[in-house]
């Protein structure tokens, strides 16, 4: 799923908000999250997950075109480590993963 399509299907499931309106707040919630790492900060999101910034030093790496061994500096790179709710969720046995998913669709159906 792409950003454009979770602000799709969030607009659908509250039809009281504009598809603007949900956009500017995914906006806002996505560029917080962007501000938070950038200052160096842990942004927790209970039940999903965690987002940090780890650090990477310096590497040789190799020119894919020619192998020529190429000097990578020491950089900052994001990392992401799900929540214990999230990682129940996506290990739980397939039956109730489907039955969740069917029941999710039964009641974006109802709502239509």
Known sequence: MIKSE????IAAQNPHLYERDVEAVMNAI????????????RVELRG????????????????????????VGD????????????QARLNAP?????AEIEATAHRLLRRS
Not at 94 to 98: I, K, N, Q, R
């Open 48 to 71: 999903f997950g965690a987002f940090t910034v780890k650090a990477r030093a310096a590497r040789a790496g190799r020119n894919p075109k020619t192998g020529e061994a190429v000097p």
């Open 6 to 9: 979770l602000i799709l299907r």
């Open 94 to 98: 397939e039956a109730s993963a489907l």
């Open 30 to 41: 996505l560029g917080r999250i962007s501000d938070a790492l950038v200052a160096g900060d």
């Open 75 to 86: 950089k900052l790179v994001p990392a992401f480590k799900t929540g214990k709710t999230m």
